[in-house]
């Protein structure tokens, strides 16, 4: 289920199609325990889901679950792996930023096209995201700046998640299991957010949530 790759670009952590993500973090656990004298603590790693689609909402999981064992991942990879050698048609380069004390993770920069911000929390970004660029988050994510990347939120705390920028136009957003290529006016702060099963953009001074939220 989870495999060890050495490769020439480094250390890769494969992780093989599954069915169950607590038998993956289970697994995780083992092997790296396991290889405990091998690692030290900040060590970089790559990591490669397979069937990256599908297990999309997962990755912040996984990659929260290596970070407690003292790894640090750098690039996240997509593809497949063989017995031999491992086949890469896609890289991002994880951003590297620290947690705030309340868990979310506040970048004060901009993200670059070919970068990746994956939290198992919220997201907050004073900067721009641009095009090419993506955000894997738990919870919500909110862009102090234009967000034309791919924005995908709500992959543990679900449909509740909302994401905000002061300029909302992004190839793709995410909120939960629902997805869509709708994109706020230009330069106007808007908040997207699921009602009614779908995902709206509202308008920031004019957004209305479903009773509850």
Known sequence: MVDFKMTKEGFVIVIKDYESLEEVLEDLTTKITQMGSFFAKGDKVAVMVENHATHVQDIPKIISHIRKHGLEVSQILVGTAEKEKIRVKG???MVKQPDTKSGTKLIKRNVRSGQIIVHSGDVMIFGNLHKGAE??????VVVFGS???TIRAGLNEGSSAVIAALDLR?????IAGIITHARGEESVPSVAHVKEGKIVIDK???MTFERGE
């Open 204 to 206: 920031f001074n004019e």
């Open 135 to 140: 955000i894997m988050a738990g919870g919500s």
């Open 91 to 93: 890289k991002m380069d």
């Open 170 to 174: 992004p190839s793709m957003m995410q």
């Open 147 to 149: 967000a034309m990347g």
